[in-house]
């Protein structure tokens, strides 16, 4: 099984930009990979922020984005609001089946 | 709006059984796949199984597969995981979690913990 990986811990100043990446052990993520970005807060169920690379649903705020960048998936947040600090995951589709990403902790300080 | 609510969670002794059930309201349950993700306490993500709207296409991860079985009953908007053979790596948080029309995950419910210890 393919092991996906994140940073394990990211920082960001409030109004400031990070962006996550998440790698896959097998090569090259490629949109046929399908990436999907999730956010968690303590406590809560995930929330699906980004599918199929790019794509945000209707309650994904615009100063989330997503892209490929050097071979790997990658989340970019612009603005960055102190509700944005939370654990993101993405999560990777290989043919019949799905490797979720090791997480990155995003702190807003 | 969309609701998923897990449930069937509980205490269990390895080798032993559960199944979990997740009661889904506020669309047409019959008309879209659902995944089931797990989440050991303190760690991350784990996808688990899809199952397809009709049911006839299932997939599972390498840790559950010959153990775990997702199936549906659609006249009752009900997910169903069954767990067999329970190991205590299985002790964790399983969340439903519903696909849209273009097959594309969206909403999640909030999970039912599963604690697998003798």
């Known amino acids: 099984q393919a092991v996906v990986t994140q940073e394990p811990s990211l920082t960001v100043s409030p109004g400031g930009t990070v962006t996550l990446t998440c790698g896959s052990s097998?090569?090259?993520?490629?949109?046929?990979?399908?990436p999907y970005w999730f956010q968690q807060k303590p406590g809560q169920a995930p929330r699906t922020l980004i599918f199929?690379?790019?794509h945000k649903h209707s309650w994904t705020p615009a100063r989330f984005s997503g892209s490929l960048i050097g071979g790997k998936a990658a989340l970019t947040l612009s603005g960055a609001q102190p509700e944005d600090e939370a654990d993101y995951y993405c999560?990777?589709?290989?043919?019949?089946?799905?490797?979720f990403g090791t997480g990155t902790k995003v702190t807003v300080l | 709006q969309v609701q998923l609510v897990e449930s069937g969670g509980g205490v269990v002794q390895p080798g032993r059984s559960l199944r979990l059930s997740c009661a889904a309201s506020?669309?047409?349950?019959?008309?879209?796949?659902m995944h089931w993700v797990r989440q050991a306490p303190g760690k991350g993500l784990e996808w688990v199984a899809y199952?397809?709207?009709?049911?006839?296409?299932?997939f599972y991860a390498d840790s559950v597969k010959g153990r775990f079985t997702s199936s549906r009953d659609n006249s009752k908007k009900t997910l169903f995981l069954q767990l067999n053979s329970l190991e205590t790596d299985d002790t964790a948080v399983y969340f439903c979690?519903?696909?849209?029309?273009?097959?594309?995950?969206?909403?999640w419910g909030q999970g039912t913990l599963v604690t697998v210890s003798s």
């Open positions: 097998t090569g090259a993520v490629t949109s046929s990979h399908y």
């Open positions: 199929d690379t790019t």
């Open positions: 999560l990777l589709s290989y043919r019949a089946s799905f490797v």
């Open positions: 979690v519903k696909v849209d029309s273009d097959g594309w995950i969206d909403h």
């Open positions: 506020g669309f047409s349950f019959r008309t879209f796949g």
């Open positions: 199952i397809s709207y009709h049911g006839g296409s299932r």
